[in-house]
């Protein structure tokens, strides 16, 4: 008897603690991302780095699964899956990338963790009610940004700081967007075979891009700095966080796998002062805390049960 409880207790830590071992790494390494891409922009176009990582995370993703001779999606499937490149690749992806060459690495981080809000007016636009909860979140929210923001007032008069802000807080509704779309139009089909697809024809939604405005640099012109900062990015960013992410997904509440939002801007803005010399203020470490109550408070409203 004692043995069945031992192992039942065993098992019940082992079904915790491989999912929970993947949120952290998730939350660690998603931060870290943005270090890497601010790296990368450094030495070649924003746009181009987006395209050529996307690309080779998607083509791993896709030879794999060729290898394995999985089924490919058919019919409606493509749609959803096109639509879900464009949403959470080519816009989302790209565009915080494009915006962290014109911003901090933890600044980036931090606006991209608003998405919750965008979902809540997404939703009261589309006629749900929202939840008390919900605003209470929102206005906090705004207020911690209102905070962050007192260190760089007089960065607002340069164009590049504001255009780096817009760029960010894009990519911020089309992942809204994109999460939106998963929920209402997820289809019966492998999800990272579908993630792999996804990279892949956002890159050439990216290239179709970046050729057509000529921004694109030569191969042999991208510093290894830069290769360096892609290989990170394919290897630790689009494969390796990932596959954890939808794991976590796949095997924990989505109250507790959605937190990593809320840890990823403060492993930027650490590593970004330890890395690369960032201001880290006692005003930014304030508004940050004062965001991710915020933030908590409106992903808590979503994530609430509904009685019926």
Request: net charge positive; with cysteine.
């Amino acid at each position: 008897m004692k043995a069945k409880l031992q192992n039942a207790f065993s098992n019940r830590i082992d079904a915790i603690g491989l999912p929970i071992l993947a949120l952290c790494c998730v939350s660690f390494f998603w931060g870290t991302t943005w270090l890497a891409s601010k790296e990368g922009v450094k030495h070649m176009p924003a746009l181009q780095l987006a395209t050529i990582r996307q690309f080779l995370g998607g083509l791993l993703y896709v030879l794999y699964f060729i290898i394995k001779k999985a089924p490919w999606p058919k019919g409606k499937q493509w749609r959803t899956i096109l639509v879900l490149a464009l949403l959470n690749f080519a816009l989302s992806n790209g565009l915080s990338t494009w915006g962290v060459k014109y911003i901090s690495s933890g600044l980036g981080a931090i606006i991209a963790a608003i998405f919750p809000i965008w979902i809540v007016i997404i939703c009261f636009f589309q006629g749900e009610r929202v939840a008390k909860l919900a605003i209470i979140g929102l206005l906090i929210s705004f207020g911690g940004i209102c905070i962050i923001f007192m260190d760089y007032l007089a960065d607002f008069i340069r164009p590049e700081f504001q255009f780096g802000i817009l760029l960010s807080l894009t990519a911020t509704v089309t992942w809204a967007f994109g999460i939106l779309q998963t929920t209402k139009q997820a289809v019966n089909f492998n999800p990272y075979f579908s993630l792999g697809l996804q990279m892949l024809l956002s890159s050439f939604i990216l290239f179709m891009i970046t050729e057509a405005t000529g921004t694109n640099i030569p191969l042999r012109q991208i510093s290894p700095a830069s290769w360096w900062s892609i290989g990170y990015l394919v290897i630790v960013g689009s494969v390796f966080t990932f596959i954890a992410f939808i794991y976590t997904l796949q095997h924990l509440p989505k109250e507790i796998s959605s937190i990593y939002v809320y840890i990823n801007p403060i492993v930027a803005i650490v590593l970004g002062f330890f890395i690369f010399g960032e201001t880290l203020t006692q005003t930014i470490a304030v508004g940050s805390m004062v965001t991710l109550i915020g933030l908590y408070l409106v992903n808590k409203s979503i994530r609430k049960p509904k009685l019926k």
